[in-house]
């Protein structure tokens, strides 16, 4: 019988006499007709089965009750690479109802590489150590792919392999893991939610969820439904429903943090400035702008503040070019370039330039600017300097330098004092990783002689 026969066909288990969503009960159906009850897997969130799969144990990781009868007649169902393209809205609701199976091998399918597939990555590690489940990430036994559960079922448009065809390029599914679920559109499946309505207006169908969820305040709230009963006849403009209100009160509270920050330094009179450039990840160069001043706001004591003015989109990272950015955001704050005391940047030329610096333009304004030096990118000059004295410090950070140029095509930058101690992590705590990648380059056919004698040298 085909999936979308039995679920047009099948009785729903809500309707039967006998159904009791009770879990021991179900844990205790279910084991008896699959085998051993239901066990945590080391590492998971969610329970887990064990069946067979052309005569190879596998484990499937439940989130949600199904019936014996259920899985014995629709096997297919538990692999999304067997899924009809078309799918009613019936076949989508089980689906919903039965939730993501995480199929858990012991060993995957090779590709020519020798790289497959891990359960690994079902769980996701953030930075401060905290593991957490991807439940929507399933495998498809019969594609050798995985695939995003949630955006499969609700996100038709997307482009993406882990919604169309399903992704196996082992090699890439770490980064293309975080990438899909950092997107809107995967949030937003997720949470079975759409971008916006066909609609913008109040009580029309498919407005969207913001006005839907209005809509449902004003019938239990008295001044929420007359505030509406007016924005719908007209009598006020001012109705703050419209898509950009979030918008416009973030930028107005912003606007006031601002307005209070200026305020303290302007009481202060004199007033140090902390700027940075750095690229973000649309490769726009961005300047960061902190005040440092003595707070007089408060009555008893005097602090010394830092406050952040926030990032500014700066076209030219020359000295001029930011000499003239910095004294532009300074005239519109209200703050004269005469009271300022000091300034501090990082150490490179268009900083500090003894001719053309950003620190030098601002003394040829100001005499009484005096320049301090970043202590940290300081003591990195300080560190890298004296790690050329040792050869064998120099042997050390050739070979990062090799390994890091080699996967990524660029060399480690010298004034961003993380990346050499992040790069030793790399490979202090990946190492047995790091030898079989330069391995499988180095037998990639086609490869670029170079870079397969280059993977050999370090890989020895």
């Known amino acids: 019988m085909s999936v979308e026969k039995y679920i047009a066909y099948k009785k729903p288990d809500e309707d039967r006499e006998d159904f009791n969503p009770d879990a021991s ?41 199904l ?6 007649e629709t096997p297919n169902l538990l692999d999304c690479g067997n899924w009809p393209i078309v799918r009613s809205s019936n076949f989508v609701d089980h689906l919903i109802k039965l939730g993501p199976f995480q199929i858990a091998k012991e060993k995957y399918p090779e590709d020519r590489n020798g790289r497959h597939f891990s ?36 996100d038709n448009n997307s482009k993406s392999n882990l919604v169309s065809d399903g992704f196996k390029k082992w090699r890439h599914l770490t980064e293309t893991l ?15 939610m759409a971008f916006r309505g066909s609609s913008d207006k109040l009580f029309t169908p498919q407005n969207g969820k913001f006005l839907g969820l209005i809509q449902m305040l004003a019938k239990f709230d008295l001044v929420m439904q007359k505030h509406l009963a007016l924005a719908i006849k007209g009598d006020t403009l001012d109705h703050y429903c419209g898509k950009n209100i979030q918008n416009d009160l973030i930028d107005l509270m912003s606007q006031k943090v601002n ?32 005040i440092r001043i003595a ?12 406050y952040f003015l926030g990032f500014f989109s700066v076209s030219d990272s020359t000295g001029l070019g930011l000499t003239e950015v910095l004294i532009e955001l300074l005239t519109k704050h209200g703050l004269e370039i005469s009271n300022c005391r000091g300034q501090g940047y990082d150490n490179g030329s268009n900083m500090k330039g003894k001719i053309n610096g950003v620190q ?5 304004l100001n005499p009484l600017a005096l320049y301090v030096p970043c202590g940290n990118h300081s003591l990195n000059l300080v560190i890298s300097d004296s790690a050329r004295s040792s050869v064998k410090s120099i042997a050390f950070f050739g070979i990062l330098q090799r390994l890091f140029t080699l996967f990524s095509a660029s060399k480690l930058c010298d004034t961003r004092w993380e990346a050499k101690i992040s790069s030793v992590k790399a490979v202090r705590y990946q190492v047995g990783d790091v030898h079989d990648a330069l391995i499988a380059l180095s037998e990639i056919e086609g490869c670029n002689p170079e870079t397969a004698h280059e993977a050999i040298t370090l890989e020895e």
């Open 67 to 72: 019936s014996e009868d259920f899985l014995q």
């Open 259 to 290: 307005d209070e920050i200026i305020n303290r330094v302007l009481k202060a009179i004199y007033y140090s400035i902390i700027a940075d450039c750095t690229p973000d990840i649309s490769r726009k160069e961005q300047l960061s702008l902190t």
């Open 295 to 306: 707070d007089l706001s408060l009555d008893i004591r005097v602090e010394i503040k830092e």
């Open 25 to 65: 009960t179900i844990s205790t159906t279910m084991s008896n007709k699959i085998g051993e009850p239901s066990t945590i897997l080391k590492n998971s969130c969610i329970t887990s089965l064990q069946i067979e799969v052309d005569n190879e144990p596998v484990i499937l990781k439940e989130s949600n009750d």
């Open 119 to 154: 359960s690994i990555y079902y769980n996701r590690k953030l930075a401060n150590g905290e593991t957490f489940c991807r439940r929507w990430l399933v495998y498809s036994d019969s594609k050798n792919s995985v695939f995003c559960f949630c955006c499969l079922l609700f």
């Open 360 to 364: 030098k333009r601002i003394l040829n």
């Open 178 to 192: 975080g990438i899909h679920e950092n997107s809107v559109s995967h949030m937003k499946s997720e949470n079975n």
